[in-house]
């Protein structure tokens, strides 16, 4: 079974820094690619970012420069690391992991395909303050 843990969430003022983790298990951790979206009061989900099996990293535009994607595959473990941070990132932000398909990408431009994803996590509150 998949399972996907983020924490590192909280309150944070403008221009400061978070990191995410997004501890995984029950796949293939080095295998499968990890996407991270997430989702602000009234609007709808959006893709922030995605890394795949071969720790390539995709970016959406909103934060590109700002944001860090890396994993640690000893601790089967996903880091978002997000810099210079705005009012606009705050959202509730979720992992999300694919690969028990048979697409040979699983990343697209910026976000992880979200007809594959076979896990997500519970989300982690992120509030930047102006």
């Known amino acids: 079974e998949v399972q996907l843990v983020e924490s590192g969430g909280g309150l944070v003022q403008t221009g400061g820094s978070l990191r995410l983790s997004c501890a995984a298990s029950?796949?293939?951790?080095?295998?499968?690619?990890i996407g991270w979206f997430r989702q602000a009061p009234g609007k709808e989900r959006e893709g922030v970012g995605c890394i795949s099996s071969g720790d390539r990293t995709y970016y959406a535009d909103s934060v590109k420069g700002r944001f860090t994607i890396s994993t640690d595959n000893a601790k089967n473990t996903v880091y978002l690391q997000m810099n210079s941070l705005k009012p606009d990132d705050t959202a509730v932000y979720y992992c999300?992991?694919?690969?028990?398909?048979?697409?040979?990408?699983?990343?697209?431009?910026?976000?992880?395909?979200?007809?594959?994803?076979?896990?997500w996590g519970q989300g982690t509150q992120v509030t930047v303050s102006s």
């Open positions: 999300a992991a694919a690969g028990a398909g048979t697409v040979r990408y699983y990343c697209t431009d910026y976000e992880l395909l979200t007809d594959e994803i076979d896990g």
């Open positions: 029950g796949f293939p951790f080095d295998r499968w690619a």
